[in-house]
């Protein structure tokens, strides 16, 4: 599925809330990688992983939970650290949830479930990583040179 930047501009700017299925506790793992950067970008991340909830446990400093359906709060986004056999389930949870989007990370690409959220309006990305198309669209990735394909006279607003 292709994205135009704008779509992906406006989600990342105003889908402020996200839970992580699937983020390790494990610092060198993609899923803690890309979520420390999310939460030092000023987003909230909700780690959503049952290896680790139940027991107090927190990853980067929020609590763990145990299913989509745990959090007590909403949550905007979605971003999806699993299989792509997995992603359905999570999508019709993330769905019961009030999320607005779907994000599946690189390599994830469950296209029922990303119709599933299409359907009903809503947002889906699949076979993208969160935290390099946030450095792409609001700067970084271009600090080391590579082509972001993103062309201005301007730098946009970091968020």
């Known amino acids: ?66 299913a989509l359906a745990d959090i007590p709060f909403p949550v905007q986004m979605v971003d999806v650290f699993r299989r792509t056999e997995e992603v359905l389930p999570i999508a019709e949870q993330a769905l019961a949830i009030g999320a607005r989007c779907l994000w599946q990370q690189l390599g994830v690409m469950n296209a029922e479930a990303s119709a599933l959220f299409q359907g009903k309006g809503l947002d889906a990305i699949d076979n993208r990583c969160v935290k390099i198309e946030h450095a792409r669209l609001f700067g970084g990735l271009n600090w080391v040179g590579v082509n972001t394909g993103v062309i201005s006279a301007k730098r946009a607003p970091n968020h």
């Open 1 to 66: 599925m292709s994205v135009d930047l704008t779509t992906l501009r406006r989600i990342l700017t105003n889908q402020r809330t996200i839970a992580v299925v699937g983020l390790s506790a494990d610092w060198h793992r993609p899923s803690y990688f890309a979520s420390k950067y999310m939460q030092a970008h000023g987003y909230r991340i909700v780690p959503v992983n049952p290896r680790y909830a139940g027991s107090g446990q927190t990853i980067l400093g929020e609590t763990c939970y145990g």
